[in-house]
């Protein structure tokens, strides 16, 4: 074989491999691509689904641990018709009807959570049959409202009210009270709020805890998907304190509560119970334990007595008296019994 027939095998074989690589390395660049844009999607909807899941669930077991406590959750018994929130200003929303507005308003939130995720939930990546399940726990959720009157229909509706064209992104607070105060727009949410007046006067509550029971589910899931920490756990505790001269057990004293709307509403003075309304059971340990660290008040006989110095004082810590050693022994000729130095008995 000629040397040209060399160089032309080599110049073939060389460019026959050098695409064959380019062609497997552009492959693996898409399908890492791809898998990133999946991740990056996949975060997108579960994560905002499961905070607004731990926070419904919050909220709606502060009605329920009220009730079952004191027959009612007085935070949320401002009302009596949701059409007497026409013509409320935003003081109103923000001061005595906060607990009730974002009550609502947190529940529109969920739906739109969970009407965006079912809506997408084809183009989502997940593990083995999580999509089967989350599609069985949406559904399960949708289902626990549903018996609360809510029904399927009317929950989509109002989760697309919370959301703000065209950005897409959730309507605050405030953004959603402009709504409440309309009432061509306040209608739809008004299941919403039918539901949570009847649950603050101590009614539906066999409904609240279908509802309380699928949103744990759900979050259970959700943390194991995200291979997150226990989200509700971590919501609930959030807001559990001690205040400044409260007992660390019944909560009561002078500082006032934590846990924004909710302490506003429910007053100061009444320990944890007034951050996240009435009905919270500290979980704080009734005897704290201290840090480690040196004997605040350590017996001054044991401690080292400092080498006096030419400028000291007197020593302010006693020292102990030294130990004269053995006592000297009777001197000869001295009777038996007698010490040294002491004579014989005089006699009468």
């Known amino acids: 074989m000629d040397a040209l027939s060399v160089t032309l095998i080599s110049a073939v074989t060389s460019g026959a491999i050098s695409l064959t690589l380019a062609w497997v390395s552009g492959r693996q660049q898409r399908r890492d691509s791809e898998r990133v844009q999946r991740e990056t999607r996949t975060m997108a909807y579960l994560n905002p689904l499961r905070w607004h899941t731990a926070e419904v669930h919050h ?44 009550s609502v308003w947190m529940t529109a939130c969920l739906f739109a959570q969970m009407t965006r995720t079912r809506h997408d939930l084809p183009f989502l990546r997940l593990a083995g049959n999580d999509d089967t399940r989350l599609a069985g726990l949406l559904q399960k959720v949708h289902a626990a409202f549903a018996a609360c009157e809510i029904y399927y229909a009317t929950q989509s509706s109002i989760g697309t009210d919370a959301l703000l064209e065209p950005e897409g992104r959730l309507r605050s607070y405030r953004e959603f009270c402009d709504l409440l105060a309309e009432p061509d727009r306040r209608v739809w949410a008004d299941p919403v709020t039918w539901f949570l007046i009847a649950v603050a006067h101590g009614e539906r509550r066999p409904a609240l805890q279908r509802a309380l029971d699928a949103l744990s ?21 959030a807001e559990i304190h001690r205040p400044r001269g409260g007992s660390p057990v019944t909560g009561t004293g002078t500082g006032a509560g934590a846990g924004g709307d909710l302490g506003a509403a429910a007053g100061a003075g009444s320990g944890p119970d007034a951050g996240v309304g009435r009905g919270r059971v500290p979980s704080l340990s009734p005897h704290p334990i201290p840090a480690p660290g040196p004997d605040p008040s350590p017996d001054p006989v044991l401690r080292p007595i400092p080498a006096p110095g030419p400028n000291s004082g007197p020593d302010p810590v006693p020292r102990p008296t030294p130990d004269p050693g053995p006592r000297p022994g009777p001197e000869p000729g001295a009777g038996p019994g007698l010490d040294a130095g002491q004579g014989p008995d005089p006699g009468p």
């Open 59 to 102: 909220r709606l077991s502060l009605y329920a641990t009220s009730v079952d406590r004191d027959g009612c959750y007085p935070p949320a018994q401002v009302l009596a018709d949701p059409r007497e929130m026409e013509g409320k200003g935003a003081d109103w929303f923000a001061g005595k009807g906060v607990v009730l507005g974002s």
């Open 217 to 237: 589910e759900l979050s259970a899931f959700l943390d194991d998907s995200l291979a997150g920490g226990a989200s509700l756990r971590a919501r609930h505790g």
